[in-house]
């Protein structure tokens, strides 16, 4: 059996490491943890957590470009500014949403919906 607390805390940190930074240190502590855990519950929560991080970052990236190739037109920025607020709005309440799931009930691994998962 393992331990229910070691289980929220380390499936917590994978999924919460996005509130750290965005940058590489926010897919690199689920990464440690997926390579220094042998619980396969929080093996899974760290997966999730990388799939749900290059998810965002992909996103991001499309929204980035399609800012900068239509960026000097005025209409796609009234367009792009609200789906880029509601994308945050998603990646914050999707990263709480796990959060609270990984607590509530530490035994089943979160799946994010919607995601394209790598592995």
């Given at each position: 059996?393992?331990?229910?607390?070691?289980?929220?805390?380390?499936s917590a940190l994978s999924?919460?490491?996005?509130?750290?930074?965005?940058?590489?240190?926010?897919?690199?502590?689920?990464?440690?943890?997926?390579?220094?855990?042998?619980?396969?519950?929080?093996?899974?929560?760290?997966?999730?957590?990388?799939?749900?991080?290059?998810?965002?970052?992909?996103?991001?990236?499309?929204?980035?470009?399609?800012?900068?190739?239509?960026?000097?037109?005025?209409?796609?920025?009234?367009?792009?500014?609200?789906?880029?607020?509601?994308?945050?709005?998603?990646?914050?309440?999707?990263?709480?949403?796990?959060?609270?799931?990984?607590?509530?009930?530490?035994?089943?691994?979160?799946?994010?919906?919607?995601?394209?998962?790598?592995?």
């Open positions: 059996m393992y331990d229910t607390d070691k289980r929220k805390l380390l999924h919460g490491a996005i509130f750290f930074s965005t940058t590489l240190v926010s897919v690199g502590i689920p990464i440690a943890i997926l390579l220094v855990s042998d619980d396969p519950v929080v093996k899974e929560n760290a997966k999730e957590s990388i799939n749900f991080h290059f998810n965002v970052w992909l996103y991001g990236g499309i929204l980035g470009a399609l800012f900068f190739l239509f960026g000097w037109l005025v209409l796609p920025l009234l367009l792009l500014g609200p789906l880029a607020g509601l994308g945050y709005l998603l990646h914050w309440g999707l990263t709480i949403w796990a959060l609270i799931g990984v607590f509530s009930n530490p035994d089943i691994p979160f799946r994010y919906p919607y995601i394209f998962r790598v592995f």
